[in-house]
T-cell receptor, first 115, second 111 residues
Framework: DGGITQSPKYLFRKEGQNVTLSCEQN?????MYWYRQDPGQGLRLIYY???????QKGDIAEGYSVSREKKESFPLTVTSAQKNPTAFYLC??????????????FGPGTRLTVT | QKEVEQNSGPLSVPEGAIASLNCTYS??????FFWYRQYSGKSPELIMS????GDKEDGRFTAQLNKASQYVSLLIRDSQPSDSATYLC???????????FGAGTRLFVKA
């Protein structure tokens, strides 16, 4: 089955620790995205990548880092510099920049709790 | 700041009725418009895409786009309790790579 996987589903960390969230897709999509969703709020873009070995900051990149070494994988690291990291993190992908559409498909999400 | 605005709701409709969800956007150059459904605790699921003015129908769902008024809507006919969810409107601007999401409208369908 084609799709996007995120792991783990739930993650608990102590304040001051870095944590890496996994995102893998087998849709052969060029573009991948990370969003954060807080209760009762819309999605906010953290980082996006249009192609392997390239990525761009979104609207709330501070305290986060990413890598895109493989087309299929776009891991997100939440660093200790992120002031309020507890949130629902969503990874998405779309066909890419040479498509006339930008339909994004989401993974199941990772719910991160930092105490 | 490019924005996508939705009424947060909740919108409550009886089973079998038509649910009408509305969205306005600020970037006049926007070209791609999407509706996502998000059940509580789950990730968003794409249900409709629309790119040109007018109506687009898919089963019980109809998306309507009016670029002159910068308005996009989603109609759900014969609403079912399983349609109860938050519906997110999303818009891509000119040059279209970044998608801006609205905060969503919560829909309750009463049995």
């Amino acid at each position: 089955d084609g799709g996007i996987t995120q792991s783990p589903k739930y993650l608990f960390r102590k304040e001051g620790q870095n944590v890496t969230l996994s995102c893998e897709q087998n849709l052969n999509h060029d573009a991948m995205y990370w969003y954060r969703q807080d209760p009762g709020q819309g999605l906010r873009l953290i980082y996006y990548s249009q192609i392997v070995n390239d990525f761009q900051k979104g609207d709330i990149a501070e305290g986060y880092s990413v890598s895109r070494e493989k087309k299929e994988s776009f891991p997100l690291t939440v660093t200790s510099a992120q002031k309020n990291p507890t949130a629902f993190y969503l990874c998405a992908s779309s066909i890419g920049i040479d498509s006339t559409t930008y339909e994004q498909y989401f993974g199941p999400g990772t719910r991160l709790t930092v105490t | 700041q490019k924005e996508v605005e939705q009424n947060s709701g909740p919108l409550s409709v009886p089973e079998g009725a038509i649910a009408s969800l509305n969205c306005t956007y600020s970037d006049r150059g926007s070209q791609s418009f999407f509706w996502y459904r998000q059940y509580s605790g789950k990730s968003p699921e794409l249900i409709m895409s629309i790119y040109s003015n007018g109506d687009k129908e898919d089963g019980r769902f109809t998306a309507q786009l009016n670029k002159a008024s910068q308005y996009v809507s989603l109609l759900i006919r014969d609403s079912q309790p399983s349609d109860s969810a938050t519906y997110l409107c999303a818009v891509n601007g000119a040059g279209g790579f970044k998608t801006i999401f609205g905060a969503g409208t919560r829909l309750f369908v009463k049995a």
